[in-house]
């Protein structure tokens, strides 16, 4: 069982590598055009964008990328980038996206997915976290989040409590978005997506980190939020 969920931390610790280690020709393509004039734009530009995602066997989505707070709210598949602003924050932190942006679209790269939330548990009771904390909501655990964190304050807020990213896993605070379209938390925390739908559909199951704490919470919010993702090779 051991060598089981050592096999299993390994697999979900490449989670952090998805995007990185992929042959760049088959990342996903993404074409990104004004709603208004279909001409190619920035995407900071303040408009709602359609971007066509199309993934290896040429199917193609469209996610939108929403900047507009009201926009947002409506919970249309989509994406964002921090305070809209992706000259800062794209490189070290990525886009935050709403749940619908996963269930419509292939976000993750060709031979890889999204987490479910058995699945991040798995990789909790890998890092020492028991079976019956694992399955509870709110904070569980002890050090285990600490373990996911990148250590130092760095691009988290002091203290940065029991970081020390023993497992390669890197995790930075991205923050996140809110239902209403606000952003808050960056530095202070980030947000996980899971791919397992709670009891109530309008909602899903995600992992908070934060900079003062070095546990892990589970919890199940509205899926129109705007959260972090990270891809597992299947």
């Given amino acids: 069982m051991k ?16 995007c990185e280690e992929k042959d760049s020709n088959k990342r996903p393509s993404i074409q990104i055009t004004s709603h208004e004039d279909n001409e190619t734009i920035y995407r900071t530009k303040a408009d709602t964008i359609t971007v066509d995602v199309s993934d290896a066997d040429g199917t193609v989505d469209k996610v939108m990328y929403y900047i507009d707070d009201a926009e947002w709210a409506e919970g249309d598949p989509g994406y964002c980038w921090y305070n809209n602003d992706s000259a800062t924050h794209a490189a070290t932190y990525g886009a935050l996206y709403n749940f619908y942006a996963m269930e419509t679209t292939n976000i993750c790269p060709e031979g890889w997915h999204v987490p479910t939330d058995a699945e991040y548990m798995i990789l909790e009771m890998a890092l020492g976290m028991s079976e019956v904390e694992a399955n509870n909501s709110n904070w569980r655990g002890t050090d285990e989040g600490g373990k996911i964190k990148e250590a130092g304050t760095a691009h988290w807020e002091s203290p940065n409590t029991g970081a020390t990213n023993e497992s390669g896993f890197t995790l930075l605070p991205a923050g996140s978005r809110g239902t209403n379209g606000t952003y808050d938390y960056l530095g202070i925390s980030t947000n996980l997506w899971t791919s397992t739908t709670s009891t109530n559909v309008t909602q899903a199951w995600i992992r908070v980190i934060v900079f003062e704490k070095s546990n892990i919470y589970r919890t199940n919010p509205f899926k129109r939020a705007g959260r972090s993702i990270r891809c597992l090779k299947d």
Avoid: D, H, K
């Fill in 3 to 18: 060598g089981s969920s050592f096999l299993c931390v390994l697999s979900i610790v490449c989670i952090l590598t998805a």
